[in-house]
């Protein structure tokens, strides 16, 4: 299996629009961030995790072919917003399935309206199958079983996935024991980061690295990334040695 990094930032992106930070004004690749999401494919199996805004750019930089499904994280616009871009794999493939807490279906059909409608619908509008993810119910995708992993980002309950030894986490401050033990014996596990100062609803560097040290993987990829955590290669050099700043278009196999 391998693990694609469509995109390593958080919701703004990296530059931010009009910013003079040093980070934004980097010319280091690395330090350049869309808008976060991975790709998951093996055999002839392909899935997305999170359908953000930069969504064509990211298929079009990591030369996805097809796309098997979508499996969402939770409601908001920078894992979401790139719906409408699914269209160029409609016309190659059909409806796209998509796999989502009942909330953000909810959420989705209000905001794209036009892809859930029923009747008159506009020829050329993308559209979906949706898979309804419930918590403790483990899931198809392809030959493999995503297990959906409950995390809180604030107060709002997100979805992380755990596919075979590899778990994706974004967006994460806090999580129950219960949903801790779905992550016993991972060989990768990626999880978000923000910056080194806290944050509300998002785990800042040490909180990451704590929570990497009780998980234990064999090695641990950070994402959700803010141009006020520093520049990629200065904070690489402080991480433990199984701990990596992911960066877009990192491609990494299990």
Sequence with gaps: MKVYFLGTGTSQGIPIIGSNHPVCLSADLKDKRLRVSVWIHWENHSYVIDCGPDFRQQMLASNCQKVDGILYTHEHADHTAGLDDIRPFNFKQGEMPIYAHQRVMDNLKMRF????????????????????????????????????????????????????????????????????????????????????????????????????ALIQPEKAYLTHISHLMGFHEEVQKRLPENVFLAYDNLEITL
């Design 113 to 212: 309206d036009y892809v859930f409608k029923t009747e008159n619908r506009y020829p050329g509008a993308p559209s979906v199958k949706t898979i309804e993810v419930v918590n403790n119910h483990p899931f198809a995708i392809g030959n493999k079983m995503a297990i959906p992993v409950t995390v809180m980002h604030g107060d709002l309950p997100v979805f992380g996935y755990r596919i075979d030894d590899f778990a994706y986490l974004t967006d994460v401050k806090t999580i129950e024991k219960d949903e801790i033990t779905k992550l016993k014996n991972l060989k990768v596990l990626v999880v978000n980061a923000l910056r080194e100062t806290p944050h509300d609803t998002h785990f800042n560097l040490q909180e990451a690295l704590d929570f990497i």
